[in-house]
């Protein structure tokens, strides 16, 4: 899947045991969601200059805790990465106590800095913020959780869910400064403030969803 120096047998282990159980979740969390993720934490730890099977591992375990409860999605995910011994093959105690506490942190709305920098780099690649990504995945998740909702209440979610998150007062934290996300933040709050450029790309990818 990955062009990478990421272990080959470890590898195989995610991509087989661990990646499917994403074909479970909504559209915004599904397979493209973490393979995403996954390439985005190894072009940061190359950068950085971290443990690369680390931070492949991280972001291929981050979302698993939807499998409950999505307010605590973040410490199921690394409850389970922590109680799988199979990684016992690869990482010892200590490492996979720093990813379970990477997966921990990686949730947006966490208050707290990431305590370690694989907590920063997959708190960092979970954030896809290419503005109509963003947009796109928030109709998703908006048309699957919310069925019952007709297209004006969608829009009215659609926007208070973007001002809570993206805005100036938002509750989205980066943790690595000069990042793309920055400036892709940036071109967010751009569209938050010309609502009606804003409701036509609405419009456009919401009849899309719709069709699907």
Known sequence: MLDNNVNLDLMTFIETEILP??????????????TSVIRRSIKLAKTIGADINMAYTI??????GLE??????????GKILAADSRLNKWFSR?????????????????????????GKIVAEADRELEPMTVFRRTIQFGLDHYPEKNKEEHWTRFISHLDNKYSQHGYIHLWIPGSENEANLKKIREFLVDKKTLRTIFDKIYDEEKMS
């Open 59 to 64: 972001a291929a375990y981050h979302d698993l």
């Open 68 to 77: 409950g409860p999505r307010a605590i999605h973040h410490v199921t995910s």
């Open 21 to 34: 159980r994403y074909s479970n979740f909504d559209k915004a969390h599904g397979m493209p969601h973490v």
């Open 94 to 118: 200590e490492q996979i106590k720093i990813m379970k506490e990477a997966v921990e942190d990686h949730r947006a709305s966490a208050s707290h800095t990431p305590r370690s920098v694989y």
